[in-house]
């Protein structure tokens, strides 16, 4: 059966008068989730904006091909914050996991999502990236790595919602 997911996350950022850093968010997401071709759960998929399907991590780190995308990926921006509304479309069917003796479930029993934003140091005029992910401890913030000027803070973790 088809299911829909909604993910959505927010990050404080500094005023547009500090040195502008271009912090974007990165089409592209790793999900957690249970897996009817490998028959594995909580098993890392990887969802990038404007492909067809995913990719499982599936077992034995032997990677898949996984019916899913990314099938709106929203960004609004606001002087003191950056806001994502993802929806994730994936097709989902009951199973037993054949490592563990689970049952899989929709979404998985603790889904966990690590997103990404990129940006542009001004002073070095180089690109970089980090992850802001589900299970760590917040507020947490993150700096950049040329010239520590603080990026983002993240107070919430991102939530996901199953909608179909």
Known sequence: MLRTLEITAEV???????PFHNLHWQKQLELSLDCFICR????????????EQALCSG???VEHPAAG??????????????????????????FKDKK???T????????????????????KRQTESFGLQSNVQRPASENCTHC?????TSTQAPRIRLLT
């Open 12 to 18: 404080a950022v500094p005023r547009h008068d500090e």
């Open 40 to 51: 594995r759960t909580d098993r890392t998929t990887f969802f990038r904006h404007g492909e």
């Open 59 to 61: 077992s034995s780190d």
């Open 69 to 94: 995308r990314i099938s709106a990926f929203d960004v609004t921006t606001e002087p003191e914050r950056q806001i994502l509304r993802a929806l994730i479309d994936y097709w989902w069917a009951p």
């Open 100 to 102: 563990r003796n689970q």
């Open 104 to 123: 899989a479930v929709a979404p998985t029993r603790a889904p966990g999502v690590r997103l990404s934003l990129g940006y542009l140091c001004p002073e």
């Open 148 to 152: 520590a000027h603080l990026l983002a």
